[in-house]
C-alpha cells in the first residue's frame, strides 16, 4: 500500500467543517474522500491533521490516505483538481514514509485569525475576516498573549465537554501585527483543544476592547472554568495556517 | 438644495454593474438610489463617477445627489449603512460645493486589476480575482504597457460601438508589481471607454503569454481595429481603485 499526503486548502464558508459527518453532510473530509473513492473505485478513508470547525478556513491542511492506485502523484493532483469544488484546492500530492500519520505525527501547529477594524465593514472581504469596529488598544492585547505563552491547562479556553482527557497543551508564541485596518494574530502551539483559538482570540479581544484586563488572563487559566474567558470569536476570520512535522 | 457627495466600495459579484437597469435588476446605483429614496421620501437619482460593469468591484466609487433633507451627513452615512446589502459600503457622505458633479468634475481615474498567477487558483480569493496558471513573463508586460502611456485613440481596446464620440484618452501611468502568487496592474488616466482597462489588460497577459510581441502594442493602437487586440479580461479581477477631481 502507498501512503499519500495532501497538503490542501480551502474556503470553509460553505462548510460543516473539515470531519465527515454521515454522507449527505457538506464536510471538506467528505468531499476529498467522495473524489479520492470514485478515482480510485474503492472506499477511501483520509486522515487529516485535525479538524476544523465549520465556517474556518485552511490556507494550510495537512492529511494522509492508503491506496494502491497505480496513478502517479502528478495524476492523483490532477485528478483532484478537476474534480473537487472550487473552494477546496489540493495543492500539493506527495508520497510519504508508510508510516507517516497527519495527526499523530503533528509536531507543531499555527492558526491566522483575521480582523478587520475599522467603523464599517469591507465588503470585498467582509466573508473572510471578522469585523470589529470599536477602537483596539493593541499594545494591552500583546500584553495579554503573552500570558498564554507556555504549557498550561486550557480549560477555560475550551468548549470540548469531556474532562478524561488532558487539556494541557503548550502554546508556543503569538504574533499579532496591525497594518492599516487588518490585525492578524498568529497562533503557535503543540496542539489546540476545540474551540481554543477562537476563545483565545474572543479573550484578546475583551482586552483590546478594555472591557478585561491583560493580566486576568492568568487568573482565567487558573480557574479553569470556560465563563471566565471571553466569547468564542466568529469562524469566518479563523484560518489553520500552518502545521510542522 | 444640498449636493451631497458619497464615497462608495463595493463587491461587484452580484451586481450587473453599476448602472441602473429599470427597477428590477441588481445594480449598484439602483441599490443606492433605493436606499436614499426612502430615506428622504423622495424619488433620489444620484450620478456616478463613470459606470463599472456587471462583476466589477469598487475600492472608490464617487456620486453626488441632491436634497433637500434635513438629516446630518452623519445621519445619512448611518442610514446608507444600516440598510443597503452587504456588500455594498458608503464609507464617507460629504458636502459639496453647489456645482460638483461626479462625472462631469473627474479628473484622473485609476483602476486596479488582479491576478493569482499559479497552477491551481486560490480558493479564498477565487471570486475576486482573475486566475492565470501559465507563467507570465513581467518584464515584456511592463515593456507593452509602457507603449500605452499618453495620449492615445483607443479604438482597438473598446468595445463601444458609437464612433461618434471621440475614443481620444490619455493613460498617465500603468503600475505592474508582483509579490508571490498575486500580479496588480494599476492603470491611471483622464477617462476610460468601456472595457477599455479589460481589453488592455488583456492585450498584456497576451504579451505575457508570449501569444503577442510588446511593440505589437503600438501597431494595434495605430489600425483603430478592435479585433487586433487581446480579449477581455474576465470582470471579478477589474477594481475601480481611485478618482481625482
Redesign the interface.
Known amino acids: 500500500m502507498r501512503n499519500i499526503k495532501l497538503t490542501i ?3 470553509g464558508t460553505r462548510y460543516k467543517g473539515w470531519q465527515r459527518l454521515g454522507n449527505s453532510e457538506m464536510t471538506i473530509q467528505g468531499k476529498i474522500e467522495d473524489v479520492l473513492s470514485k478515482m480510485t473505485g474503492k472506499n477511501v478513508e483520509i486522515i487529516g491533521s485535525g479538524r476544523t470547525d465549520g465556517g474556518v ?1 485552511a ?1 494550510m491542511q495537512v492529511a494522509n490516505f492508503r491506496t494502491k492506485s497505480k496513478m502517479s502523484n502528478n495524476e492523483i493532483l490532477e485528478y483532484l ?1 478537476k474534480y473537487l469544488p ?4 489540493v ?1 500539493k500530492v506527495e508520497s510519504a514514509n508508510e508510516k507517516f500519520h497527519a495527526r499523530y505525527n503533528v509536531k507543531s501547529k499555527s492558526y491566522l485569525y483575521k480582523i478587520w477594524n475599522y467603523r ?5 472581504i ?1 466573508k ?1 475576516i471578522n469585523h470589529i469596529p470599536e477602537r483596539l488598544n493593541i499594545s494591552e492585547m500583546k500584553k495579554a498573549a503573552r500570558l498564554f505563552i507556555g504549557e498550561h491547562d486550557f480549560s477555560s479556553f475550551t468548549s470540548a465537554k469531556s474532562k478524561k482527557k488532558s487539556r494541557v497543551r503548550e502554546v508556543y508564541g503569538i504574533d499579532i501585527n496591525k497594518e492599516d485596518e487588518i490585525i492578524e494574530i498568529i497562533i503557535r502551539g503543540n496542539g489546540f483543544l476545540h474551540n481554543m483559538v477562537r476563545i483565545m482570540v474572543g479573550t484578546l479581544l475583551e482586552v483590546g476592547l478594555d472591557r478585561m484586563k491583560s493580566d486576568e488572563v492568568l487568573e482565567i487559566l487558573d480557574k479553569k472554568d470556560r465563563r471566565l474567558a471571553g466569547p468564542t470569536a466568529p469562524a469566518k476570520g479563523l484560518y489553520l495556517y500552518s502545521i510542522e512535522y
Chains 1, 2 share one sequence.
Do not use: G, M, T
Not at 472550487?86 to 484546492?89: A, N, P, T
Not at 464599517?120 to 470585498?124: D, E, K, R, T, V
Open positions: 486548502s480551502y474556503d478556513h490556507l483538481y472550487e473552494d477546496i484546492v495543492k464599517y465593514h469591507n465588503p470585498l467582509r473572510h
